[in-house]
């Protein structure tokens, strides 16, 4: 039973730049959630994924997006990068838009210089 | 506001016991979760508490009182591998996130 999933595991780019990061939620579940850690802080929440649509948003800029798919994984977008965005990117996935029981993917490790 | 504090570090040797406080305002959590995560890993979900008391799981507990915003983990018979970030976290009305504070890190020494 293959947990959560995310790719890639560390990306380096360019201020300015767009990103794409991409999570598999576990296998049953269909709900994802976006958080952003920066080093030395606890998750924060970008958004929530749900039936292919954004249920929740945080408070982050237009700039973060995403999309849920048909089999319930997600991509997370985001455009003309700046240094501040350098974080853990997570994942956790759900079951039925709610997060008492979220479970967490390793994590995508984005270095913008 | 949902504001989460927890303290920032704590120390402790093999074999003792700790206990991690977390305050929240009282408004708007339905529920309250604690998460280990080690360096560069993921976090790891403990425990959920939505109900006021004391839930034991092995050497964990964590504790909830809704009226006073306040929580508690609780580490037993401390090891080394439980040197880790600790993190709380509400969870919302709705259901739909978590909020987390920013963790308090435990290094435990022989």
């Known amino acids: 039973d293959a947990g959560v999933t995310q790719s890639p595991t560390h990306l380096i780019k360019t201020r300015g730049q767009q990103v794409t990061l991409r999570c598999s939620p576990k296998s049953g579940h269909d709900t994802v959630s976006w958080y952003q850690q920066a080093l030395g802080q606890g998750p924060q929440f970008i958004f929530q994924?749900?039936?292919?649509?954004?249920?929740q948003r945080g408070n982050f800029p237009d700039r973060f997006s995403g999309h849920q798919f048909p089999n319930y994984s997600s991509e997370l977008n985001v455009n003309a990068l700046l240094l501040g965005d350098s974080a853990l990117y997570l994942c956790?996935?759900?079951?039925?838009?709610?997060?008492?029981?979220?479970?967490f993917g390793q994590g995508t490790r984005l270095t913008v210089v | 506001g949902q504001n989460i504090d927890q303290p920032t570090e704590m120390t402790a040797t093999e074999g003792a016991i700790v206990q991690i406080n977390c305050t929240y305002q009282t408004s708007g959590f339905n529920g309250l979760f604690w998460y280990q995560q080690h360096a560069g890993e993921a976090p790891t979900f403990l425990s959920y508490?939505?109900?006021?008391g004391l839930e034991e799981k092995g050497r964990f507990s964590s504790f909830l009182s809704r009226s006073k915003g306040y929580s508690y983990l609780l580490l037993k018979e401390l090891q080394m591998k439980d040197s880790a970030s600790y993190l709380c976290?509400?969870?919302?009305?709705?259901?739909?996130?978590?909020?987390f504070g920013k963790g308090t890190t435990l290094s435990v020494s022989s």
């Open positions: 994924y749900y039936e292919e649509e954004e249920r």
């Open positions: 956790a996935s759900s079951l039925r838009g709610m997060n008492t029981e979220a479970f």
């Open positions: 976290a509400g969870l919302n009305q709705a259901g739909t996130a978590l909020i």
């Open positions: 508490n939505v109900l006021d």
